[in-house]
T-cell receptor, first 111, second 121 residues
């Protein structure tokens, strides 16, 4: 069974501080990992994906297979980063790749 | 990318009634998904709606409670039947945008509608 754990419901930091949103997963295989973001009053949208190895809005995430983690990081948080962040895992199940989501972490960046 | 709209955006309903949520996509998609996000919980997949076939429900969800229609490749509805306060949640429609493989693979991206906030009194 695939599972995604986001241990922190809420993460509160000050502007300019580094931020790390934790995500651990459980999956017997090689999954694809994603981070989704939902800003206030907006729809859920893809932030970044493991396979792309890209940096979006200053955020990066590295897949650590040894620790089964996919933590989201940003060296200097901005107020506009305040949002709900969801980690998701996608692995083959019955021929499809329907993702499993963590419960989300609310990031609040104070001025 | 795909642009998704949902109606209604929110509703307050009485116990025992039913509500149908509509999801419209601006392009043809094979797979459409319905999720639920209860307060403090993660996104939970209710069912997968494929055009031309019966929806596939996840464990804990049944067709009698959450009937789904998928009349064409751009539209789907989810009905929450015989509602109770426990059904108060945000319901999200999502579609899968095919990756370069052209088929279901892990490179595909999911796009989400704005959600429908349902409150059952």
């Amino acid at each position: 069974a695939q599972r995604v754990t986001q241990p922190e419901k809420l993460l509160s930091v000050f502007k300019g501080a580094p931020v790390e949103l934790k995500c651990n997963y459980s999956y017997s295989g090689s999954p694809e990992l994603f981070w989704y973001v939902q800003y206030s009053r907006q729809r859920l949208q893809l932030l970044l994906r493991h396979i792309s190895r890209e940096s979006i809005k200053g955020f990066t995430a590295d897949l650590n297979k040894g620790e089964t983690s996919f933590h989201l990081k940003k060296p200097f948080a901005q107020e506009e980063d305040s949002a709900m962040y969801y980690c998701a895992l996608s692995g083959p199940s019955g021929g499809s790749y329907i993702p499993t989501f963590g419960r989300g972490t609310s990031l609040i960046v104070h001025p | 990318s795909a642009v998704i709209s949902q109606k209604p955006s929110r509703d307050i309903c009485q116990r025992g009634t039913s509500l149908t949520i509509q999801c419209q996509v601006d392009s043809q998609v094979t797979m459409m998904f319905w999720y639920r996000q209860q307060p403090g919980q993660s996104l939970t997949l209710i069912a997968t709606a494929n055009q031309g076939s019966e929806a596939t429900y996840e464990s804990g969800f049944v067709i009698d409670k959450f009937p789904i229609s998928r009349p064409n490749l751009t539209f789907s509805t989810l009905t929450v039947s015989n509602m109770s306060p426990e059904d108060s949640s945000i319901y999200l429609c999502s579609v899968e945008s095919l990756g370069t493989s052209g088929g279901s693979s892990s490179t595909d991206t999911q796009y989400f509608g704005p959600g429908t906030r349902l409150t059952v009194l």
